[in-house]
């Protein structure tokens, strides 16, 4: 898949309007879910989220090797992340948000560690399948970061085939889309619903034929995304 | 020597002075005639439901809802679901004689297990922002149906007592 590096910003801007509300997403965003090992809780920190028994301590070692503003503070915690619950440590939760809030170099350090995470995996799984377009990079980029994956649940309910199988890319991804937004706007669970305008975006940008991304600005859930 | 034997021995009444301490110290279940411990006094009533509405309609209304907006409100809203359910299940609890509360603790004990399970089964979203959504919205559902349940035993409950 290759895209311009403009082709890419707004891919990661739209996608951070669609997690975050605003196109520089949130750098120092913390929630905290029950979804850690056995259902505890656990601190999801940064843009596009990572979870303390997840990947967050691949995340803290990058920034403290990186010497930011809040390294020296966050690395006696390297040993503890992922080990001892720090969901309830308020000053490591504090030290998260103060870089994420202040510190360049962990805003520097948390787009190359999503960038790897999602962004490229969600890339690989385009190339192999035979994509090429920028849009169909955005809807497949979308899909892992929305659902972990293009999930094959819902490929099963279209009958286009991946361009890699001799599929026809543009029907392959209009019908992707169409199915996504059916399963999300008819879900058992009613507080799925809002989450279509995700689809509904994609949906006005294949209606517009913008396959480069090159229609500017780009409409994600009423925000502005100019890409620059 | 028999005799100064006999004199070393305690006296019956303080033989059974320690025993009865000794048996109330050991054995502290309560007669199962006897009322059940006030744990909560009566007229202590909290109210979280107020709260539950004024999120649910901010979630209802508001018009821009990012995912980590919806993630975060639907945990809330599940949260709050999950304390009501706790406060219900004491008051029930406080009602309820020895070898009832015991029967409660164990159904509450294996329905905290099925719920995880179930609100498990409804995530598809595995390693995506929407599985937190997905889990928190399962898991209150389930929530509400077992406090309408012990709500229902509660009412019940209060109204043979009175």
């Keep these: 898949m290759n895209l311009t590096a403009q082709q890419k910003r707004i891919c990661e801007q739209v996608i951070n309007v669609f997690e975050t509300g605003s196109v520089q997403g949130d750098y120092s965003s913390i929630s905290i879910f029950p979804d850690g090992p056995g259902r505890i809780r656990q601190v999801t920190y940064g843009r596009s989220q990572t979870t303390e028994y997840g990947n967050l301590d691949e995340l803290i070692q990058m920034y403290v090797d990186a010497n930011g503003t809040h390294s020296n503070e966050l690395r006696p915690y390297l040993e503890k992340i992922g080990v001892t619950a720090l969901v309830d440590d308020s000053q490591f939760k504090r030290l998260l948000r103060d870089a994420g809030k202040n510190d360049p170099k962990m805003r520097q350090i948390q787009d190359e560690f999503f960038d790897k995470r999602y962004f490229q995996p969600a890339m690989a799984w385009a190339d192999q399948n035979g994509f090429t377009l920028p849009l169909s990079a955005l809807v497949v980029y979308d899909s892992f970061i929305h659902s972990g994956s293009v999930p094959e649940f819902l490929r099963k309910r279209f009958a286009e085939r991946p361009p890699a199988r001799g599929g026809n890319e543009k029907t392959w991804v209009q019908q992707y889309v169409d199915t996504r937004n059916n399963w999300l706007a008819n879900h058992s669970n009613a507080v799925l619903h809002p989450t279509v305008y995700r689809t509904q975006c994609f949906k006005q940008q294949i209606s517009r034929g913008n396959w480069d991304l090159s229609q500017l600005p780009i409409k994600a859930n009423g925000v502005n995304v100019l890409g620059g | ?162």
Excluded at chain 2, 117 to 123: G, P, W
Aim: charged share 25%; with cysteine.
């Design chain 2, 1 to 162: 020597m028999a005799r100064k034997a006999l004199s070393l021995l305690p006296s019956p009444l303080l033989i059974f002075f320690v025993f009865a301490l000794v048996s109330a110290c050991v054995s502290p279940q309560r007669d199962p005639a006897e009322s059940p411990p006030q744990l909560v006094p009566s007229d202590w009533k909290p109210s979280l439901e107020q709260v539950q509405t004024s999120i649910q309609d901010e979630l209802e209304t508001k018009a821009q809802k990012s995912q980590q907006y919806l993630n975060r409100t639907s945990q809330n809203l599940s949260d709050l679901t999950d304390a009501r359910l706790f406060i219900t299940y004491i008051l029930l609890m406080q009602n309820l004689d020895g070898k009832e509360q015991k029967t409660l603790f164990d159904e509450q004990k294996n329905w905290l297990a099925k719920r995880d399970e179930l609100a498990r089964s409804e995530v598809v979203s595995k390693g995506g922002s929407l599985a937190p959504l997905e889990y928190a919205s399962a898991f209150r559902q389930v929530t509400e149906k077992r406090l309408a349940e012990l709500e229902q035993r509660l009412a019940q409950m209060t109204r043979k007592n009175k």
